[in-house]
T-cell receptor, first 111, second 115 residues
């Protein structure tokens, strides 16, 4: 079983839509979770990170962790064409020495 | 704003040749990582490096790979005898301090093409 699994999409939404991106993880010992955004031919950049369960909000972005189901989500409100990118979920695992990434979900926001 | 830099941006090499990919992490960062991303696939961890030694490596990081921090600023990844399947984007990342919650700052990547 892979440490982090993510639906690769692609996902296409109209501008202004609410986007929901999701990942599952395998090990209940994982506590830190990150969402990265990656534009084409660029390195990933950190959007948000969360610790343990609950929600974290930053502007139009909300990250959510449900430890009971080992499920992490990223919600984007009022999506913009500039949000078009690949979104990667990641966790440093239980020891923090290496990062496990999901496959990434490709998002296109259509003007 | 400080950033991680990588050179070259694109490296083309013949199968069996050695390549060295270079990274300059953000100064005063202590932890360094290499990842690779085969086209259309996930970002895969290769190796982490702290205090001048490897702290963790994945199954991908076999004897053909090595890392070095030769001069306190550069962080290099060497592939001794490249194979076709080594073609990928290679990303370097650095972290200011330990702990799993710290943000990794990624470089722009080096695209390696093995012919």
């Amino acid at each position: 079983q892979k440490e982090v699994e993510q639906d690769p999409g692609p996902l296409s939404v109209p501008e202004g839509a609410i986007v929901s991106l999701n990942c599952t993880y395998s090990n209940s010992a994982f506590q830190y979770f990150m969402w990265y955004r990656q534009y084409s031919r660029k390195g990933p950049e950190l959007l948000m990170y969360t610790y343990s369960s609950g929600n974290k909000e930053d502007g139009r972005f909300t990250a959510q962790v449900d430890k009971s189901s080992k499920y992490i989500s990223l919600f984007i409100r009022d999506s913009q064409p500039s949000d078009s990118a690949t979104y990667l979920c990641a966790t440093p695992g239980d020891l923090g020495n290496q990062f496990y990434f999901g496959t990434g979900t490709s998002l296109t926001v259509i003007p | 704003e400080p950033e991680v830099t990588q050179t070259p941006s694109h490296q083309v090499t013949q199968m069996g040749q050695e390549v060295i990919l270079r990274c300059v992490p953000i100064s005063n960062h202590l932890y360094f990582y290499w990842y690779r991303q085969i086209l259309g696939q996930k970002v895969e961890f290769l190796v982490s490096f702290y205090n001048n030694e490897i702290s963790e490596k994945s199954e991908i990081f076999d004897d053909q790979f090595s890392v070095e921090r030769p001069d306190g600023s550069n962080f290099t990844l060497k592939i001794r005898s490249t194979k076709l399947e080594d073609s990928a984007m290679y990303f370097c990342a650095s972290v200011p301090s330990g702990g799993p919650g710290n943000e990794q700052f990624f470089g722009p990547g080096t695209r390696l093409t093995v012919l």
